[in-house]
Antibody
Framework: EVHLAESGGGLVQPGGSLRLSCVVSGLTFSDHAMGWVRQAPGKGLEWVSVISGVGGVTYYADSVKGRFTVSRDNSRNTLYLQMSSLRADDTAVYYC?????????????????????WGQGTLVTVSS | EIVLTQSPVTLSVSPGESATLSCRAS??????LAWYQHKPGQAPRLLIYAASTRATGVPARFSGRGSGTEFALTISSLQSEDFAVYYCQQYNNWPPLLTFGGGTKVEIK
């Protein structure tokens, strides 16, 4: 059974930084693209980022591009989200999720990218 | 950017009845659509991908249909555990963008 466990959330001031982690078990981690999805209080789901299995390909939502960086350590079965220049509207529960996506070393292919396993989420609050 | 509009925002249904949720895309997305169930405090759960294919372990009372711009998720004979928020997600203009609909809350009538 696949298990995903996020950590690293907390309270941070506007303009600050935070790094989220997601430890994954129950699969060959490097075989799978992974993503981050967030949910602001009282709002719906919002896609944040996806990274390919070997980590060479990354994609970001426009709302976080240039501020967030997704990475992974396949030797530790861990996904990361480095968040900087945080704003109040980044306040949300952040979920990591296993993506069904097909990517090579340079791109991911259209027609595939949904999330079939999710973690419980970690809350990030950006406030002074 | 493709916008997904879900309707209704809230659907009140009695247990045992069926419910049909709508997801409309702002432009054609072929059948590149997934549906998720989300309960408060829990991880979202994949129900449907490719518009109509049930994910592993999803009961047969959940069915998806549609292509192009109009999609629907039907839950037949609603069980107590089915009351939740449901989201559609498109992956047609991926890469580089994925988008979710605003969600439909299915509540007990």
């Amino acid at each position: 059974e696949v298990h995903l466990a996020e950590s690293g959330g907390g309270l941070v001031q506007p303009g600050g930084s935070l790094r989220l982690s997601c430890v994954v078990s129950g699969l060959t981690f490097s075989d799978h693209a992974m993503g981050w999805v967030r949910q602001a209080p009282g709002k719906g789901l919002e896609w944040v980022s996806v990274i390919s299995g070997v980590g060479g390909v990354t994609y970001y939502a426009d709302s976080v591009k240039g501020r967030f960086t997704v990475s992974r350590d396949n030797s530790r079965n861990t996904l990361y989200l480095q968040m900087s220049s945080l704003r109040a509207d980044d306040t949300a529960v952040y979920y990591c999720a296993k993506a069904i996506a097909y990517c090579d070393t340079t791109t991911c292919y259209t027609g595939y990218n949904w999330f079939d396993s999710w973690g419980q989420g970690t809350l990030v609050t950006v406030s002074s | 950017e493709i916008v997904l509009t879900q309707s209704p925002v809230t659907l009140s249904v009695s247990p045992g009845e069926s419910a049909t949720l709508s997801c409309r895309a702002s432009q054609s997305i072929s059948n590149n659509l997934a549906w998720y169930q989300h309960k408060p405090g829990q991880a979202p759960r994949l129900l449907i991908y490719a518009a109509s294919t049930r994910a592993t372990g999803v009961p047969a009372r959940f069915s998806g249909r549609g292509s192009g711009t109009e999609f629907a998720l039907t839950i037949s004979s609603l069980q107590s555990e089915d009351f939740a928020v449901y989201y559609c997600q498109q992956y047609n203009n991926w890469p580089p963008l994925l988008t979710f609909g605003g969600g439909t809350k299915v509540e007990i009538k």
